[in-house]
C-alpha cells in the first residue's frame, strides 16, 4: 500500500493551497480517508476526515470554515482544500486510510500512512 501525498509548499497568511494524496494497493472506495498535521515539537494532530462515499465529513475546530476534504473514488485520490491559511497550520501534513470509520480522529485509528508534504505559512 502506498499513500503519496503532495501540494505542500510556501506560501502567506491568506493564501490557499490543495493538498493531493494518491493512494494504490489498496480498494481505495472501502477506506475512511483521513488527513493529519504535525508541527515541530508538537504530536500529530487531526485535521479532517471522509467516509468511504465521500458523505460524511469531519473536522478539526481548528480549521473548520477554512479547509476542505474531498474524495475522487475513481482516481483513488483524497484532497484537502486549505484556504485562508494563517502561520499556525504551519506542519508537515499527512494522509491517512482507515478501513473502518471509527475511531478516525486519531492516528491509532488508521492502518496506512503517507510520507507526509510540508506547509509552511509565512505571517
Known amino acids: 500500500v502506498q499513500l503519496q501525498a503532495c501540494g505542500g509548499g510556501l506560501v502567506q497568511a491568506g493564501d490557499s493551497l490543495r493538498l493531493s494524496c494518491a493512494a494504490s494497493g489498496l480498494t481505495f472506495s472501502s477506506y475512511t480517508m483521513g488527513w493529519f498535521r504535525q508541527a515541530p515539537g508538537k504530536e500529530r494532530e487531526f485535521v479532517a476526515r471522509?467516509?468511504?462515499?465521500?458523505?460524511?465529513?469531519f473536522y478539526a475546530d481548528s480549521v473548520k470554515g477554512r479547509f476542505t476534504i474531498s474524495r475522487d473514488n475513481a482516481k483513488s485520490t483524497v484532497y484537502l482544500q486549505m484556504n485562508s491559511l494563517k502561520p499556525e497550520d504551519t506542519a508537515v501534513y499527512y494522509c491517512?486510510?482507515?478501513?473502518?470509520?471509527?475511531?478516525?480522529?486519531?492516528?491509532?485509528?488508521?492502518?496506512?500512512w503517507g510520507q507526509g508534504t510540508q506547509v509552511t505559512v509565512s505571517s
Open positions: 491517512a486510510a482507515a478501513r473502518t470509520y471509527y475511531n478516525t480522529q486519531s492516528p491509532p485509528g488508521y492502518d496506512y
Open positions: 471522509i467516509s468511504w462515499r465521500g458523505g460524511v465529513t
